[in-house]
């Protein structure tokens, strides 16, 4: 829990954190605990199986071509991965080498039901209640999501238990076809966030030498032929911190769950109308932070970037 308390509790001071009504339209249902993915390679696969049979006898596909839609509450593992996970942890708790060691996968089995229950909704029910209350730092939109990406290594252990336990009674081909199964559910055939390598790097690479004269900077975008609120929220912002940690020169834009109650750089363009320029809203906050001297702004395109002394602007 250390790396959730260095960071909440951080923008819990600075910004005062979500309220509980926010919190809870983030929280999984009990069926979230289910999850194959975006276009799920094992699904693709048995989905391929099906309306090939329906081909050969019915001339026609079984199954609809659906994608599998992304949703942020989307959390919980593949349906045969969770099974034999939780397969594995009862089996430990029933038929454990030695007495300590039963009682150890019942503890490890206990806790992680609590777990479970904790982080579900039920209607307007919802235990998480308690820790967004009493756990400091808790107040977060997507905290108990991103509590799941801890629950996949006890979920690991208890897969590895199943498989112990099948082999430890050689049971060798059902292992074997388990563990194919296991891996199918793993392959994903979707864009990781609609991101381009090739792209980003491009943008990148335009960008000329830094002038000595900046020494931190703000990102000037290139809004798209329409209007989209995810590009408008993130791609200056995404851009800059990528610049900055690669460049390692300091920048105020970026974006995270909580900002800054005076950040204003959504929106980073230049000569907008209705939008204040990135440049006067980047002299502003500056102004008001004291690093006024050495900004810059750094003004992208699609594949060519410039820079920009803003100190001298009057």
């Known amino acids: ?13 600075e910004t005062g954190m979500h309220s509980w009504e926010e919190t809870y339209a983030y929280l999984p249902h009990p069926y979230d605990l289910l999850h194959i993915g975006h276009w799920n390679g094992g699904v693709i696969f048995a989905i391929s199986i099906l309306n090939q049979i329906g081909q050969w006898g019915l001339g026609k596909d079984l199954v609809l071509r659906t994608p599998y839609h992304f949703s942020e509450l989307l959390v919980g593992f593949p349906p045969v991965t969770l ?6 942890a009862w089996a430990g708790t029933r038929y454990g080498t030695a007495r300590y060691s039963r009682t150890i996968w019942l503890i490890f089995s206990v806790t992680n039901i609590i777990i479970l229950l904790l982080c579900f909704k039920l209607g307007p029910l919802s235990l998480w209640r308690l820790v967004f209350h009493l ?39 059902l292992t074997t076809v388990l563990l194919v199964i296991v891996v199918c559910e793993q392959v994903n055939f979707s864009p990781v966030l609609g991101l381009s390598l090739n792209r980003e790097q491009a943008l ?31 791609h200056g912002n995404s851009f800059a911190m990528l610049y900055s940690e690669l460049a390692h020169i300091p920048t105020p834009m970026g974006f995270s769950t909580f900002n800054p109650p005076d950040w204003d750089f959504s929106s980073p363009y230049n000569g907008v109308p209705g939008v204040t320029d990135i440049a006067v809203r980047a002299i502003h906050y500056a ?22 002394n803003l100190y001298s602007i009057p």
């Open 1 to 13: 829990m250390v790396p959730f308390l260095y960071v909440y509790l951080s923008k819990a001071h």
């Open 204 to 234: 990148y690479d335009s960008v000329p030498e830094k002038p000595a004269q900046c020494q931190t900077f703000v990102v000037a975008d290139t809004p798209p032929a329409v209007p989209d609120s995810g590009y408008d929220l993130y």
């Open 135 to 173: 756990v400091p730092g808790a107040k977060g939109l997507r905290v108990v999501s991103r509590f799941f990406l801890y629950e996949t290594l006890p979920l690991c252990i208890a897969l590895s238990l199943a498989c112990d336990f099948l082999l430890r009674r050689r049971q060798y081909v």
């Open 83 to 88: 099974a034999l996970a939780f397969w594995g």
């Open 287 to 308: 102004s008001s932070h004291n690093f006024l001297p050495g900004l810059c702004e750094l003004s992208i395109t699609k594949n060519t970037a410039s820079w920009r």
